[in-house]
Each structure stands twice: as structure tokens, then as C-alpha cells.
């Protein structure tokens, strides 16, 4: 349930810090998300360093928002650092654009996942008008997920009454910027992204650790799991 946001705070000693992390929480973390962040501070080859290890879901988050070639050859590069997940805008449309890079990642076996909504509120103004269309977009390109915010609950609950049982849900949002562990898993998330509160604190472990409990602690209440 527990997605960790690799997004350095410092601009020295990334690879090593890195590597810390996912030594500390790799066994505990359902799979890494790393954005522009980490790959300007490590480069790709830096990134293969702090993975090489490493095995399970990584998604590169570049929020993809260009036409189909280009981002088709993004994947590409991504995929030979071990990406095996990305993430795209869905606003940017099926075709010429996002049927490209569908086919691209299907040819490389990345899983796709498009943003359908944002965590921060300005994500009303323009992308959530589109909400129901770009479930609709992303359910016919047959992607892999689709990320929506732990921040506003209710979206999650209508991404996944229009999205069913077909697609996952990645919810950004937990813990810095204020919504609680296991509030988007209650709403139908499958998982939820939490960077800083981990990858700042003085023991990720630890803090990995009361995450996935407080997961678990909701999960229980609001799913009814025993």
C-alpha cells in the first residue's frame, strides 16, 4: 500500500543518500517513485546505482506532457535505467500523443499511469473539470493506474466508482502535505505516495513503519478487514 517518493532536499551526496533510503525501507515499500528531482541531482546513471540492488514497482514521475514520439523516447531511455512504470498527463489527449506512448510502453513492458487529477488545489481549476473523461482515456488506453490525491478523499471515491476494479489508484498527498495514512486507501486508492515525512526524517525506517500501521489502523475501521 506504501509507495516511497524519492525526491532528494539536498543537492550533494543524492547517490549515496539514495542508496540509504532504499536499504532502509526497500523491503517494506510496495515500489519507489523518483521525479525530476532525483535524476537532475543523480543523472541516470545515479539512479541505476541507488536501484541496482532493487527490483520491485519504479516509477519515474515526470508527468509526461508532450506529443507521442517524444515521449515515447522518454520511456525509452527510462525503461534501459530500470523504470518499469511511468507517469503521464492525461490532458495531453489520445491521439498523437498518449496512444503513442501506450504502444511504447506495451512494446517495453512499462506500466502506465496517467495524472487525473492533483493533490494541490489548483488542480480544480482546469484538470478536474475533465475527471470523468480522463478515467474514461485512461481505462481505453488499458493503463496500468491513474493518479489521484489523498488530499481531497472524494475524488479517489469517484476515480474509483468510474474506474472500477480495473485500474489502480496512486494517491499523492500523504504526510507533508496533510492527508493522513490509509484516508485515500479508505476512499479505494490501492496505493498511497509518501515522500518527505519518510525520506526527511532522522529514521525512515521507523517512519515507514508508522505509516503502513496507521495504513493498516484505517484500512481495518473503514474496510472492515480482520
Known amino acids: 500500500m506504501l509507495i516511497v517518493a524519492l525526491d532528494p532536499l539536498r543537492r550533494r551526496g543524492v ?3 539514495g542508496r540509504e533510503v532504499v536499504g532502509e525501507v526497500g523491503d ?5 517513485k523518483i521525479g525530476i528531482p532525483l535524476l537532475i541531482g543523480a543523472g541516470i546513471d545515479g539512479c541505476k546505482k541507488i536501484f541496482c540492488s532493487y527490483s520491485g514497482l519504479l516509477i519515474a514521475d515526470l508527468k509526461l506532457a508532450d ?6 523516447s522518454t520511456v525509452g531511455g527510462l525503461s534501459e535505467a530500470g ?14 500523443a498518449l496512444d503513442r ?24 481549476e482546469f484538470i478536474d473539470k475533465h475527471l470523468e473523461e480522463f478515467v474514461e482515456l485512461a481505462l481505453s488506453l488499458n493503463a496500468w493506474g491513474v493518479v489521484a490525491p489523498a488530499t481531497r478523499p472524494k475524488v479517489v471515491r469517484r476515480v474509483r466508482e468510474l474506474g472500477g476494479g480495473g485500474i489502480k489508484i496512486l494517491s499523492p498527498g500523504v504526510g507533508v502535505q496533510g492527508a ?11 496505493y498511497e505516495i509518501v515522500g518527505r515525512a ?14 503502513l500501521s496507521e495504513q493498516e ?6 474496510l472492515g478487514f480482520q
Open 15 to 17: 547517490v549515496s543518500w
Open 28 to 32: 517494506l515499500a510496495a515500489g519507489f
Open 67 to 72: 506529443i507521442g514520439d517524444v515521449m515515447a
Open 83 to 96: 523504470v518499469n512504470a511511468v507517469i503521464a498527463h492525461a490532458f495531453v489527449g489520445r491521439s498523437g
Open 101 to 124: 506512448l501506450a504502444e511504447e510502453c506495451e512494446k517495453l513492458g512499462v506500466k502506465l499511469v496517467l495524472v487525473v487529477s492533483m493533490s494541490h488545489t489548483g488542480s480544480e
Open 180 to 190: 493522513q495514512p490509509g484516508t485515500a486507501i479508505c476512499a479505494g486508492a490501492d
Open 198 to 211: 519518510i525520506t526527511a526524517s532522522s529514521n525512515p525506517r521507523a517512519e515507514a513503519l508508522r505509516v
Open 217 to 222: 489502523g484505517r484500512a481495518r475501521e473503514c
